[in-house]
């Protein structure tokens, strides 16, 4: 692999000197493959099963440049980011034809490569990853689906939220809700999904005793959801393939007919964190990064809409030095789950000479993270400013393929001062380098209503009541 054209940021993490992000990295590389006066161009096209289709496009050294081993480097991480945040099997690549060959070698042979083809690919297109060279430069016509989500607050509706640590449930009546409970689990490697089955069943029930009869049922949970369906969801990860396919694959609809067949509407946790920053808001064009266990992400365009995307921004790359933080399930480095997260939380807990047990849970860390920072203890104070750092060079990377004016943050992480925290050296990483964006963008934290409900309110709001 060759070195990446790096850029060193105006704002350094505290305790990731090294840290080199990935919207500067792209701009370096731009920079001087724009100043040989000879870059060469090259498009891309990511093409969905629907038929969706995204542009793209990018400049690179010429062949014969001392710089043109870097070529490779720069559109691999492109397409990754591309294939996590679009979502896609088909890679349509007008360029020189031996970097599509190099592309296509990469998903068939390297071990990081095989998981993203295994998994976007075949687990949620039902086909492997495939670069296809265009001729004539005839790219295929761009194509975008977009459809409204949510928002549906009539009659007595149960929401629920499946995370990595625990899981809300909320009933509501007419957008009102009147109970809500918060259970601590551990699915991640659970490898019967009878758990999975009975606590979710669980805090339904115990929502459904406060409403008079339930008419819909509305869920978040990390991963990918196909008319209810999973496709691929670390919630699930211990189950073993075969069962995951005889009983996990159809889980949601198994929960609907215990429930009598009542609308039941199932989507990615980050699309209802993003849906419930909009409703929050009054808003359109947000994207809403939620940091808990792992990192979700969703986004509402400026019609308040959903997309097609996978906005999987945690297998996404934001930082593109060689020996970046690794992924521990996709074995990729810089991907976002490292650092918006838990697990950034507890990897940064050396650096700032915190002393935790290694075999303490990740959501046990960060609480004595949080300990120590209402106490005003500068080590707890260092995590979060390096997280803040962090999110506001990642958010200037998000920029470059998202068009949203709000950002909105929340999880576990930004609980308590440490949020705040965050937030404000985000704002100062823009400030300090991307001048262009501080007018525009925004960044929001729940209220603690929001904070309470949010997420279990817009999810209760998915499904659609047939109108009598």
């Not at 976007?120 to 297109?125: D, N, Y």
């Not at 266990?293 to 593109?320: C, K, M």
């Not at 050396?350 to 209402?374: D, H, T």
């Not at 705040?420 to 925004?442: C, M, N, S, T, Y």
Request: proline share 6%; hydrophobic share 45%; with cysteine.
């Amino acid at each position: 692999m060759n070195a990446p054209l790096l850029s060193t940021p105006k704002i350094v993490p505290i305790l990731d000197p090294l840290f080199h992000p990935a919207v500067l990295a792209n701009r370096a590389f731009h920079a001087a493959a724009r100043a040989t006066g000879r870059s060469v161009p090259v498009r891309l096209a990511i093409e969905q099963a629907d038929g969706s289709v995204f542009h793209t496009g990018t400049e690179i050294f010429p062949e014969n440049h001392a710089q043109a081993g870097a070529n490779f480097d720069h559109l691999e991480r492109l397409v990754k980011f591309l294939l996590w945040a679009r979502g896609g099997w088909r890679v349509h690549f007008d360029g020189p034809q031996a970097l599509a060959v190099s592309l296509q070698n990469h998903f068939l042979e390297t071990a990081t490569g095989r998981f993203d083809s295994e998994t976007i690919g075949l687990k949620i297109f039902d086909r492997a990853i495939e670069v296809a060279p265009v001729m004539n430069g005839a790219l295929p016509t761009a194509r975008a689906r977009t459809q409204p989500l949510g928002r549906n607050l009539d009659g007595c509706r149960i929401g629920f939220d499946l995370g990595g640590s625990d899981r809300k449930v909320a009933a509501v009546i007419d957008g009102e809700v009147v109970f809500s409970e918060e259970t601590v689990w551990d699915p991640y490697f659970e490898s019967d999904p009878q758990y999975h089955f009975d606590g979710i069943m669980d805090s339904l029930k115990k929502a459904a005793a406060h409403l008079p009869r339930v008419d819909a049922i509305g869920g978040s949970a990390a991963g990918c959801y196909v008319n209810n369906r999973v496709k691929v969801a670390s919630l699930f990860r211990g189950v073993p393939p075969e069962v995951f396919d005889r009983r996990v694959r159809d889980l949601f609809l198994e929960i609907q007919r215990a429930w009598n067949g009542v609308p039941l509407e199932v989507v990615n946790d980050g699309e209802v964190t993003a849906l419930a920053g909009a409703m929050s808001l009054g808003r359109n064009g947000v994207l809403g990064i939620a940091m808990g266990t792992s990192q979700a992400a969703g986004y509402v365009t400026r019609d308040g809409h959903i997309t097609s995307w996978l906005n999987e921004l945690a297998f996404a790359p934001v930082e593109h030095r060689a020996d970046a933080p690794v992924d521990e399930w996709s074995g990729d480095r810089g991907c976002g789950a490292q650092y918006f997260s838990q697990q950034a939380v507890g990897r940064l807990l050396v650096p700032a000479g915190i002393e935790a047990p290694a075999e303490l849970p990740l959501p046990e860390k960060l609480k004595l993270v949080q300990q120590l920072m209402a106490a005003d203890d500068s080590r707890a104070w260092q995590i979060y400013q390096t997280i803040g750092v962090y999110l506001g060079y990642a958010v200037a990377h998000y920029a470059d393929f998202y068009d949203f004016d709000h950002v909105l943050v929340l999880g576990r992480v930004t609980s308590g001062a440490g949020g705040d925290v965050i937030l404000a050296e985000a704002r100062g990483v823009l400030h300090a380098e991307f001048p262009e964006l501080v007018g525009r963008i925004q960044f929001h934290m729940p209220d603690e209503k929001d904070k309470r409900h949010g997420q279990a309110v817009a999810a209760a709001s998915l499904p659609r009541l047939a109108k009598k």
